[in-house]
């Protein structure tokens, strides 16, 4: 299969929804000469025009609730918000207004807005340029939240992100851009609120997302040659959750731990830890543990920031302890 | 002068709205209405002035104390009851409430409970039309003088501006934000004067003079028609009854009340139409009973609407609507 980039496979998925549907436009800042930050919307405006690929002033806010405004009465806006951190600057938008906007409306008018945007640590950007902020999100009724790991995902979630007729918060990471993975030839799209079983195993079953899917995957080869088996799953979506496939892994291995870069207090670990154990209490044999960032402001130096984020000795600690709890016993 | 009965429709518009707010405070005091009723009564000469000049195909964007706004602009009186009381016969099954009356069909994107929320949205909307080449369809976004301190005001007139979309910024100034005195709280010598920060025209009205208003925002409409970008307008007024229904108004002196009483819109508009033998004493005393009907009888539909069944909780949080466009 050919290899591309991360930026490469969303530029992609942008080209294609762009060419099919003539309602599809971006905004944002940055995105025509510059190519956006991260080289996402490369050569668009170029292709496509000013008036589909708007650059617009430093005005969170205003980006967001113009895309309603548009997308209320038929665009397919694409808005990006440079890092999650400045989505604080638009969050009467996103919450108060794109979310809701159906169900208060009674119906009459939904928002086919795609939000994307891009957080996380690994580039030394300090405290307001590397927050994980996705669970406040999917605290939020009326929104979706999409975390894509690896480029194939990319494009094909955000296709369908573009085509759907609810607000999708499309959150990237800033160390995956240049990362390169397969990508098929040809159209092809990933539906929301389905995760994947990116490796199969027996022992313990990993959850976890974004750039920890990474992590975790080298862990889990390390874990391997230690005699531990591990599956490893990939939420993909957060909002709405694909529970069925994470219980069913439960069933199979009876651990679980669930990795993500976002602090672990308040965090979305939580809430799948709590919804496996509602349901599946029979099948845990081990508590469950959850892999989080520090309670603390994302630092900048260099070994702080490491150490503020789950690093694979971290995951594979928390493997250890959840298969011995059970094989010890 | 405007033709007799385009003057006549804006005079029963205007006591249609008057009419309303006064039914709604009466059903918020029984207990009917819950929530909060921002009620517009004083101000009905800048709903009715603005949206004569406007069509079905125009959109609005509105704010807390809308419903002036949505009867200017046409809506169904016996949907805004429904809505109001709370029924599943509202305009957003009873899911929206007072303050997010909305009609897609005609062109009202939404009242919005957050100050200076909708003026971001407006500005969206009227981006909409220059990409479908609709020049043509303007959009008139409603907003008080609070919200013309809010951030969104400035991130709008000037994205409005840089791309000349075709919006009009209705500042509706009733001086009072809650408690809070627009001349304290607002820098500058008026609010229509900030326009010259974003290099567009701006023009303080007087907002309780519905002709002064219409003259006004039809100037404003042709330009956005002819593509020539947005406007600013600042309607002066003044808000006669409390920020909602249950306000103590221990900020504000009666007098000033009174004052302000005396420049009743409607009653001003009335008095050019009978100096102007557009309408007589007889007419009118016909038009306010045809027009207390018409609010008796929504008020009728509405208790006759059913509440809305538990069943719709958990819809239309996500989905898919007919038509946005």
Known sequence: MRQMSYS??????????????????L?????????????????????????????????????????????????????????IDFITLAMDQVVNQAAKYRYMTGNQVHVPLVIRTQG???????????????????????????????????????????????????????????????VPEGEYMIPIGKATVFKEGKDVTIIATSWMMEKTIQAADQLEKEGISVEII?????????????????????????????????????????????THFASLKAPIERVGGAFVPIPYSAPLENASIPQIENIMSAVKRVFSYHTSK | MLPAEKLIGMYEKMLTIRFFEEKAVFLFRSGVIGGAVHPSIGQEAVAVGTCENLSNDDFITSTHRGHGHCIAKGAD??????????????????????????????????????????????VGAAFRNKYKKENDRVVVCFFGDGGANQGTFHESLNMAAIWKLSVIFLCENNVWAISTRSDYASSGKSIGGRACAYGI?????????????????????????????PTLLECKTYRIEGHFVGDPRVYCKKEE????????????????????????????????????????????????????SIDTLEKDVYGSTADNA
């Open chain 1, 27 to 83: 905004l944002g800042e940055d995105l025509g000469d510059y190519g956006g930050l991260f080289r996402v919307t490369k050569d668009l405006q170029k292709e496509f025009g000013k008036m589909r690929v708007v650059d617009t002033p430093i005005s969170e806010s205003g980006i967001i609730g113009f895309g309603v405004g548009s997308a209320i009465t038929g665009l397919r806006p694409v808005a990006e918000i440079l890092y």
């Open chain 1, 234 to 278: 990939d939420p993909r979506t957060l909002q709405p959750l694909d529970i069925e496939t994470i219980d069913s892994s439960v069933d199979k291995t009876g651990c679980v731990v669930i990795v993500h870069e976002a602090c672990t207090t308040g965090g979305f670990g939580a809430e799948v830890a709590s919804r496996i154990m509602e």
């Open chain 2, 257 to 308: 009340v009174d004052v302000w009483k005396k420049r009743c819109p409607i009653l001003a508009f009335e008095d050019y139409l009978f100096k102007n033998d557009v309408l007589t004493e007889e007419a009118s005393k016909s038009i306010r009973g045809r027009v207390k009907k018409k609010v008796e009888d929504a008020v009728q539909f509405a208790e006759n609407s059913p509440f809305p």
């Open chain 2, 201 to 229: 025209p701006g023009a303080v009205v007087d907002g309780n003079d519905v002709l002064g208003v219409y003259s006004a925002v039809k100037k404003a409409v042709d330009r956005c028609r002819s593509g020539e970008g």
């Open chain 2, 77 to 122: 009186i016996n949907r805004m009851m429904a809505e109001i009381i709370g029924k599943s016969d509202g305009y957003c099954r009873g899911k929206g409430g007072s303050m997010h009356i909305a009609d897609r069909s005609i062109g009202i994107l939404g009242s919005n409970g957050i100050v200076g929320a909708g003026i971001p949205i407006a």
């Open chain 1, 8 to 25: 490469e496979a969303l530029n992609e998925a942008l080209r294609e929804e762009m060419q099919r549907d003539e309602n599809v436009y």
């Open chain 1, 120 to 182: 996380g640590t690994g580039r030394r950007n300090a405290a307001q340029h590397s927050q994980s902020l996705e669970s406040w999100f999917v605290h939020v009724p009326g929104l979706k939240v999409v975390m894509p790991s690896n480029p194939e995902d990319a494009k094909g979630l955000l296709k369908t992100a573009i085509r759907d007729d609810d607000p999708v918060l499309f959150i990237e990471h800033k160390n995956l851009y240049f990362k390169r993975g397969p």
